[in-house]
């Protein structure tokens, strides 16, 4: 895809236009779907938004392109890269000439401005105790513009920030909060609360000013972020820097490369999405029109056309609810897979008829009964990681023996109507692979399948025997990303 | 297209008439009420429930002084009950009648004339000749392959009906559709539609909401209820509270005359406000200074 550059090639007569269609070209890179209708409605939406509000831009831009909640904050990430240093007030101040502030522009754009206000001007010259002071005091008043100040004035000392060097953003960061020592900030301010307070703070008091703070350094946080990024961009120009703060959407973050954060907004994603995937299937379920003719109920209906059939009536096919059983590797590396699936599949267990499950390391154990009669599935996943006795020898994926274990205690419940999901990435750390246990439970059951979270390319390199045990299973699925897991679940009912 | 004067002249009239119909739009909303007029397109409000997302296009009605025409979805909603009929008993009527007087063609073109056609909510707001507002609500509970009625509407706002040629709108209708997000909208009707994404409000704007539609909140009350809201809202919960939620027991406190929340009064009265027994004993917990056991709370 040629990526047209915004800043130095905009077409000459519509500066514009130029640059959001550069714009629309980055958010396709980051992966969202961005249509041609779409991108002519933004276009001419931004047409009708006087262009210097900012807000109402950046508005007019996403209710036209982004058509997906969870796909926001990506655009928010390159709007900010790709108008962070459009207009005189995002200019990047060094030292004390933080430029003349003037009120008025301030008032027209909230949210905005920079260093203004008290302080802007000669915050250079102030030892870090006073700094730390006056964010101290910024903090408790809630003071917007001075937070934003000293948000900027921290960047340019704590970051250490060098033209050119090959470093990411959550360095500086990094670097620049730990100089500001944020944590026990929350304390001093808390203390102070505390202190001010005519009585001792109840329980409930001490939690809403808490939170209160907590929001304001989460504020200062972002302000932070978003310093760092302008610099960042006027340092290494738009395209480089959209570059490097691509990250894949929700749905298709890898499970085993996940970092803390990206967890973290997996576990929210999943459950809009199994709720999404409930009302579907359960919607499926009703919905299925090849039934055969209902003549009883036809006849019945003819009799208000004075005998005539004139409505027929079909009968709703009911298919049977399979019974689901999962054998899930909980070891180190396939963990969160393993727990996506179980929450998956117990958010959805009014599809099934019944649904056990089972997890192993070398040992195996039934976590069934974890999952019974309790309503927040998340606190059950959370146990079976806590709880279960799946251990036998050295807590090393040893997948022949669990089958073994499987085998002699559940195998006689594996019946026809059961369905098997085997999870795991089939790295066996070379013991034996007891693979004829499958071979018997694909007999017994109606199917087994096999959910790997690793890419296809890495299956059958080292102690991976996914192919020896795929086999005996009616199918062996790659599942990395939620896109995929969906998919499985949604084709299983 | 039919040209046609625009509603609003600039985004802050738009925020501003909101305003004075009590709806407190953020720079979000108002922006993108203000392009739909401009750009001529329907609107997708997608976002939690109770978030203001159905009284967003009722008091855009309001302000725009048009007639709201709401269409509610359900499952198993079809063309008979969104876009138009034929009125059979009177066709059959129309068929008696006649008796053997008139010839085949002359029964035919008469019976399949607008005189038999009953509208449902979709043709009526587009043959209205009064400016109207199209309200489609809860478009996620029908199922995908009904969307398909909606696409030429509110793509071209005009409806073909084979027997009759095609119907095209008079005025350009502001269409709202809204979702709870229940299921993923297919890309063609997303393509068609700006997007407006409603979340819980910030602090502030959930404190003036408090204090603008609850008669006889003082600040403080207002500012203390947005506060503990917003706390709960941070708890990992079933169910958050929803604006709507968040009116309901800033009144509640209000008939009972409270001016300072305590932990019990909050703990007492969180069945306004929580809908789950799993989520007020979680709240219980985290606020209470010492626990209360949870049967004493419901009132």
Same mark, same amino acid.
């Given at each position: 895809?040629?990526?047209?550059?915004?800043?130095?090639?905009?077409?000459?007569?519509?500066?514009?236009?130029?640059?959001?269609?550069?714009?629309?070209? %980055?958010?396709?890179?980051?992966?969202?779907?961005?249509?041609?209708?779409?991108?002519?409605?933004?276009?001419?939406?931004?047409?009708?938004?006087?262009?210097?509000?900012?807000?109402? *831009?950046?508005?007019?831009?996403?209710?036209?392109?982004?058509?997906?909640?969870?796909?926001?904050?990506?655009?928010?990430?390159?709007?900010?890269?790709?108008?962070?240093?459009?207009?005189?007030?995002? %200019?990047?101040?060094?030292?004390?000439?933080?430029?003349?502030?003037?009120?008025?522009?301030?008032?027209?754009?909230?949210?905005?401005?920079?260093?203004?206000?008290?302080?802007?001007?000669?915050?250079?010259?102030?030892?870090?105790?006073?700094?730390?002071?006056?964010?101290?005091?910024?903090?408790?008043?809630?003071?917007?513009?001075?937070?934003?100040?000293?948000?900027?004035?921290?960047?340019?000392?704590?970051?250490?920030?060098?033209?050119?060097?090959?470093?990411?953003?959550?360095?500086?960061?990094?670097?620049?909060?730990?100089?500001?020592?944020?944590?026990?900030?929350?304390?001093?301010?808390?203390?102070?609360?505390?202190?001010?307070?005519?009585?001792?703070?109840?329980?409930?008091?001490?939690?809403?000013?808490?939170?209160? *703070?907590?929001?304001?350094?989460?504020?200062?946080?972002?302000?932070?972020?978003?310093?760092?990024?302008?610099?960042?961009?006027?340092?290494?120009?738009?395209?480089?820097?959209?570059?490097?703060?691509?990250?894949?959407?929700?749905?298709?973050?890898?499970?085993?490369?996940?970092?803390?954060?990206?967890?973290?907004?997996?576990?929210?994603?999943?459950?809009?999405?199994?709720?999404?995937?409930?009302?579907?299937?359960?919607?499926?379920?009703?919905?299925?029109?090849?039934?055969?003719?209902? *003549?009883?109920?036809?006849?019945?209906?003819?009799?208000?056309?004075?005998?005539?059939?004139?409505?027929?009536?079909?009968?709703?096919?009911?298919?049977?609810?399979?019974?689901?059983?999962?054998?899930?590797?909980?070891?180190?590396?396939?963990?969160?897979?393993?727990?996506?699936?179980?929450?998956?599949?117990?958010?959805?267990?009014?599809?099934?008829?019944?649904?056990?499950?089972?997890?192993?390391?070398?040992?195996?154990?039934?976590?069934?009964?974890?999952?019974?009669?309790?309503?927040?599935?998340?606190?059950?996943?959370?146990?079976?990681?806590?709880?279960?006795?799946?251990?036998?020898?050295?807590?090393?994926?040893?997948?022949?023996?669990?089958?073994?274990?499987?085998?002699?205690?559940?195998?006689?419940?594996?019946?026809?109507?059961?369905?098997?999901?085997?999870?795991?990435?089939?790295?066996?750390?070379?013991?034996?692979?007891?693979?004829?246990?499958?071979?018997?439970?694909?007999?017994?059951?109606?199917?087994?399948?096999?959910?790997?979270?690793?890419?296809?390319?890495?299956?059958?390199?080292?102690?991976?025997?996914?192919?020896?045990?795929?086999?005996?299973?009616?199918?062996?699925? %790659?599942?990395?990303?939620?896109?995929?897991?969906?998919?499985?679940?949604?084709?299983?009912? | 297209?039919?040209?046609?004067?625009?509603?609003?002249?600039?985004?802050?009239?738009?925020?501003?008439?909101?305003?004075?119909?009590?709806?407190?739009?953020?720079?979000?909303?108002?922006?993108?009420?203000?392009?739909?007029?401009?750009?001529?397109?329907?609107?997708?409000?997608?976002?939690?429930?109770?978030?203001?997302?159905?009284?967003?296009?009722?008091?855009?009605?309001?302000?725009?002084?048009?007639?709201?025409?709401?269409?509610?979805?359900?499952?198993?909603? &079809?063309?008979?009950?969104?876009?138009?009929?034929?009125?059979?008993?009177?066709?059959?009527?129309?068929?008696?009648?006649?008796?053997?007087?008139?010839?085949?063609?002359?029964?035919?073109? &008469?019976?399949?004339?607008?005189?038999?056609?009953?509208?449902?909510?979709?043709?009526?707001?587009?043959?209205?000749?009064?400016?109207?507002?199209?309200?489609?609500?809860?478009?996620?509970?029908?199922?995908?392959?009904?969307?398909?009625?909606?696409?030429?509407?509110?793509?071209?706002?005009?409806?073909?009906?084979?027997?009759?040629?095609?119907?095209?709108?008079?005025?350009?209708?502001?269409?709202?559709?809204?979702?709870?997000?229940?299921?993923?909208?297919?890309?063609?009707?997303?393509?068609?539609?700006?997007?407006?994404?409603?979340?819980?409000?910030?602090?502030?704007?959930?404190?003036?909401?408090?204090?603008?539609?609850?008669?006889?909140?003082?600040?403080?009350?207002?500012?203390?209820?947005?506060?503990?809201?917003?706390?709960?809202?941070?708890?990992?919960?079933?169910?958050?509270?929803?604006?709507?939620?968040?009116?309901?027991?800033?009144?509640?406190?209000?008939?009972?005359?409270?001016?300072?929340?305590?932990?019990?009064?909050?703990?007492?009265?969180?069945?306004?406000?929580?809908?789950?027994?799993?989520?007020?004993?979680?709240?219980?917990?985290?606020?209470?200074?010492?626990?209360?056991?949870?049967?004493?709370?419901?009132?």
């Amino acid at each position: 895809m040629t990526v047209t550059d915004p800043i130095t090639a905009p077409s000459s007569d519509q500066p514009l236009l130029g640059l959001v269609s550069g714009f629309i070209i %980055e958010l396709r890179n980051a992966g969202l779907p961005v249509s041609l209708t779409e991108n002519l409605d933004a276009m001419e939406a931004v047409t009708h938004i006087p262009i210097e509000d900012r807000e109402a *831009f950046k508005y007019a831009l996403g209710a036209t392109l982004v058509k997906n909640h969870s796909h926001w904050r990506a655009f928010e990430v390159v709007f900010e890269v790709y108008f962070s240093l459009r207009g005189p007030e995002y %200019e990047i101040v060094d030292g004390a000439a933080s430029g003349d502030p003037s009120d008025d522009e301030d008032a027209t754009m909230p949210g905005e401005g920079q260093a203004q206000g008290g302080g802007g001007g000669g915050m250079s010259a102030l030892t870090p105790e006073q700094l730390a002071e006056m964010l101290f005091r910024a903090l408790m008043n809630g003071d917007e513009a001075m937070l934003r100040a000293l948000a900027r004035q921290a960047v340019m000392r704590f970051a250490g920030m060098e033209p050119g060097r090959p470093v990411g953003g959550t360095y500086y960061l990094y670097r620049t909060l730990r100089n500001l020592e944020l944590d026990e900030m929350l304390d001093r301010l808390m203390e102070a609360a505390r202190a001010d307070a005519p009585a001792n703070l109840t329980q409930l008091e001490e939690r809403l000013e808490r939170d209160e *703070f907590s929001d304001r350094l989460d504020r200062l946080k972002l302000e932070i972020e978003a310093e760092i990024r302008r610099r960042l961009v006027a340092d290494r120009g738009v395209e480089a820097m959209a570059r490097t703060l691509r990250k894949p959407l929700p749905e298709d973050v890898d499970f085993m490369h996940a970092s803390r954060e990206e967890m973290v907004n997996l576990k929210k994603a999943i459950y809009p999405l199994t709720r999404k995937l409930a009302v579907r299937l359960a919607r499926k379920r009703r919905h299925g029109r090849k039934g055969p003719l209902d *003549f009883r109920n036809t006849m019945r209906h003819s009799l208000s056309y004075g005998g005539v059939p004139a409505e027929p009536k079909f009968k709703f096919p009911r298919p049977a609810k399979p019974e689901i059983m999962v054998v899930a590797d909980i070891s180190g590396s396939v963990a969160a897979f393993a727990r996506f699936t179980l929450h998956l599949v117990y958010a959805l267990s009014g599809q099934f008829s019944k649904v056990r499950s089972f997890v192993f390391i070398d040992g195996l154990d039934e976590v069934t009964g974890f999952f019974e009669g309790v309503e927040d599935i998340g606190h059950a996943v959370h146990r079976v990681n806590m709880e279960a006795d799946v251990v036998w020898v050295d807590g090393h994926s040893d997948y022949g023996h669990a089958f073994g274990v499987f085998w002699e205690r559940y195998g006689k419940d594996v019946g026809p109507k059961t369905t098997v999901l085997i999870l795991g990435d089939a790295r066996n750390n070379y013991h034996a692979s007891q693979s004829w246990i499958l071979k018997e439970l694909q007999h017994r059951s109606r199917k087994v399948f096999w959910l790997n979270p690793e890419p296809k390319a890495y299956w059958d390199t080292g102690d991976s025997i996914v192919g020896e045990y795929g086999t005996w299973c009616d199918g062996v699925h %790659e599942v990395r990303n939620l896109r995929q897991l969906e998919g499985f679940v949604e084709n299983l009912v | 297209m039919i040209e046609q004067p625009p509603r609003f002249s600039d985004l802050e009239s738009v925020r501003n008439s909101l305003a004075d119909v009590n709806y407190l739009a953020d720079d979000g909303i108002a922006g993108v009420v203000y392009l739909a007029d401009r750009l001529g397109k329907p609107v997708l409000v997608e976002g939690p429930a109770g978030t203001g997302k159905t009284q967003l296009a009722k008091s855009v009605a309001e302000i725009a002084g048009a007639r709201l025409i709401r269409l509610q979805c359900y499952e198993g909603l &079809d063309e008979s009950k969104a876009l138009y009929e034929w009125n059979y008993k009177k066709q059959l009527l129309r068929i008696q009648t006649e008796g053997d007087g008139a010839s085949w063609n002359e029964v035919e073109d &008469d019976l399949f004339s607008e005189e038999f056609l009953l509208t449902r909510p979709l043709l009526e707001a587009i043959r209205s000749d009064d400016p109207v507002v199209l309200l489609i609500d809860e478009v996620d509970r029908v199922e995908v392959e009904t969307e398909a009625l909606l696409l030429e509407i509110l793509s071209e706002y005009q409806v073909s009906i084979p027997e009759l040629g095609t119907v095209e709108a008079r005025q350009i209708p502001l269409v709202f559709l809204t979702s709870n997000g229940t299921r993923e909208l297919s890309e063609a009707l997303k393509r068609r539609c700006l997007y407006l994404y409603i979340d819980y409000p910030d602090l502030e704007r959930e404190r003036e909401i408090v204090s603008m539609k609850v008669p006889g909140v003082d600040e403080n009350l207002a500012d203390q209820v947005a506060r503990i809201v917003r706390s709960i809202r941070q708890l990992d919960l079933k169910k958050n509270p929803s604006v709507s939620e968040t009116l309901d027991w800033a009144r509640t406190l209000v008939l009972l005359g409270i001016e300072q929340i305590d932990a019990k009064t909050a703990i007492d009265t969180a069945n306004v406000l929580l809908k789950y027994r799993t989520d007020i004993e979680k709240v219980v917990k985290e606020f209470a200074d010492n626990p209360v056991e949870l049967t004493a709370t419901d009132t």
